[in-house]
C-alpha cells in the first residue's frame, strides 16, 4: 500500500516553455501532498504544502508565481513549473500524507527536469 | 530556524557490521520522527517512523530515540553492500505539518 506515482519521469525543455508534472497516491487518499526540489548532492528541499482543495503553502524563498501548484483531488496535485529556466533543472519529488492523523509521507519517484 | 542535522560521511563499514548513523534536532517540541533510504538517483523510501523515547525495532533496523537529547539514531544490523545509500532523517517539528530533513549521511557497506 501507500503508492505514490509521477509522471513524467523525465523531462526536457527549452527556456521558456512551462511544465506540468503530475503527483498521484494510487492506493490512498491524500489530503496533503509535498513538492521538493533536489540539486546534486544536497539535500531535499521543501518547496510547497499542497492541501486538497485549498491554496498551497509555500516555503520561504519560491516564487508562487513560478512554481504553480494545483491540488484538485484527493489522489492528484500538480506542479508547473512556469517560463523554465536552466536554473530551474531538478529532481522535482512529491510525497502525500495519507489522511488526517497520518503524518508519514510516502514519496514518488521523481521527476527529472532538465532546461536546455 | 528548524534544524536537522546529520554527519554527512561516508560512513564505511564491512560487510556483516552494524551500521549506526546519528541525528538531532533543534526544535525540542518535535514528536514524530523517521528515517528514509535513499539511493543514487531515486526517491526516498521510508524505513522506519518512531515516536517515542526508547527504541524500535524492525527487521534488521533500530531506530532510537532521545528526546531530552534531542536525539535519534539508526542501527542497521548485518549490514550489506544493498544497503548501501544515503539514510535521511527526518522530524516534523510541533506544530507544523510538514518534515524537516537533515542532509543525508552517506553509507558505504564493502564486502
Known amino acids: 500500500g501507500a503508492v505514490v506515482s509521477q509522471h513524467p519521469s523525465w523531462v526536457i525543455c527549452k527556456s521558456g516553455t512551462s511544465v506540468k508534472i503530475e503527483c498521484r497516491s494510487l492506493?490512498?487518499?491524500?489530503?496533503?501532498m509535498f513538492w521538493y526540489r533536489q540539486f546534486p548532492k544536497q539535500s531535499l528541499m521543501l518547496m510547497a504544502t499542497s492541501n486538497e482543495g485549498s491554496k498551497a503553502t509555500y516555503e520561504q524563498g519560491v516564487e508562487k508565481d513560478k512554481f504553480l501548484i494545483n491540488h484538485a483531488s484527493l489522489t492528484l496535485s500538480t506542479l508547473t513549473v512556469t517560463s523554465a529556466h536552466p536554473e530551474d533543472s531538478s529532481f522535482y519529488i512529491c510525497s502525500a500524507s495519507q489522511l488526517a492523523g497520518q503524518e508519514t509521507q510516502y514519496f514518488g519517484p521523481g521527476t527529472r527536469l532538465l532546461v536546455l | 530556524q528548524k534544524e536537522v542535522e546529520q554527519n554527512s560521511g561516508p560512513l564505511s563499514v564491512p560487510e556483516g557490521a552494524i551500521a549506526s548513523l546519528n541525528c538531532t534536532y533543534s526544535d525540542r517540541g518535535s514528536q514524530s520522527f523517521f528515517w528514509y533510504r535513499q539511493y543514487s538517483g531515486k526517491s526516498p523510501e521510508l524505513i522506519m517512523s518512531?515516536?517515542?523515547?526508547g527504541d524500535k525495532e524492525d527487521g534488521r533496523f533500530t531506530a532510537q530515540l532521545n528526546k531530552a537529547s534531542q536525539y535519534v539514531s539508526l542501527l542497521i544490523r548485518d549490514s550489506q553492500p544493498s544497503d548501501s545509500a544515503t539514510y535521511l532523517c527526518a522530524v516534523r517539528p510541533g506544530g507544523y505539518n510538514k518534515l524537516i530533513f537533515g542532509a543525508g549521511t552517506r553509507l558505504a557497506v564493502h564486502p
Open positions: 518512531i515516536y517515542s523515547n
Open positions: 492506493d490512498f487518499q491524500a489530503t496533503t
